[in-house]
């Protein structure tokens, strides 16, 4: 991020939750001076009054960057706060779900630089990964300024089309709640093979943790660190043997469980 254009013109945060605050966290440990920023929350959290942003004081006119960061129930609400910023030289990058660029041109004005993005709750320890979009209209700066203030809880990736944004939905944005729930299998299996629950579920935690760290620095693919682990007629394998079944395993069941949530962003989109 380039600190010192956004520092002068100013950056607004709408709305500062759980993902909002994430951000604004890191945007504060990165540099970026506390008096630069604007917030609009109807609930501004003790943590967040003492930062020193300003909170819901008048905007202003023309900043660098507004960052949309509302449930998308409430962004008819909230849009109206900074329509009068479209059609000019000031980014808007949004990080609610569901909301299409196209929703955001209507509200804000066709001329005006939209990138849409896609974070993952893991945001909230600097953990996640966001996949991100710009219009017609994003110059190469902005799509370099609105990755570096999404690296502040993550990795970034860009997309080649909105229309793949269903499919990150599916796989990274519901993603996590399907690695916790295995995490609940996994530690209730381990009870039904005598384990006390705290202890089974200390074990899974820290198993999908670590395994989730290793396959994420290791140089190998996950296939192969699998592999690694597989000693010929040994426990693993013969774990593996059930979890990879062709017909009842895991890797037909997540396909389906990824296209499920896929299909429900489409028609979620589509107003369904």
């Known amino acids: 991020m380039d600190i010192e254009t956004v520092a002068e013109n100013g950056l607004v945060l709408l709305g500062c939750g759980k993902m909002g605050s994430a951000m604004l966290s890191g945007w504060l440990e990165g540099g970026l001076p506390a008096g630069s920023v604007w917030v609009i929350d109807p609930q501004p959290s003790d943590w967040l009054k003492s930062t020193g942003v300003h909170i819901n004081t008048e905007l202003p006119p023309h900043p660098s960057i507004v960052l949309i960061a509302v449930k998308p129930q409430m962004m008819g609400e909230a849009l109206p ?7 000019g030289g000031t980014l808007f990058v949004s990080v609610a779900a569901g909301t299409p660029i196209a929703a955001f041109e209507a509200a804000l004005g066709e001329q005006s630089p939209i990138v849409r993005a896609m974070p993952n709750t893991p945001a909230a320890v600097g953990k ?103 000693s010929p007629n040994g426990t693993t394998q013969a774990g593996l043997e059930v979890l990879m079944d062709e017909v009842n395993g895991l890797p037909g069941l997540m396909e389906k469980t990824v296209a499920a949530a896929t299909e429900r962003s489409k028609e979620l989109r589509n107003g369904g």
Do not use: W
């Open 128 to 230: 996640g990964i966001s996949a991100m979009i710009g219009n017609a209209l994003v110059k190469e700066d902005q799509l370099d300024m609105a990755e570096s203030l999404l690296e502040a809880v993550g990795q970034v990736v860009r997309l080649d089309s909105e229309d793949q944004m269903d499919a990150v939905t599916g796989v990274s944005g519901s993603g996590p709640a399907y690695v916790f729930h295995m995490i609940e299998c996994l530690a209730a299996a381990g009870e039904a093979q005598g384990l006390p629950p705290e202890l089974a579920m200390q074990l899974a935690k820290a198993t999908v943790a670590g395994s989730g760290a290793l396959a994420e620095t290791a140089d190998e693919t996950p296939a192969q660190l699998r592999v690694n682990v597989t």
């Open 81 to 87: 706060a900074i329509a009068a910023m479209g059609n």
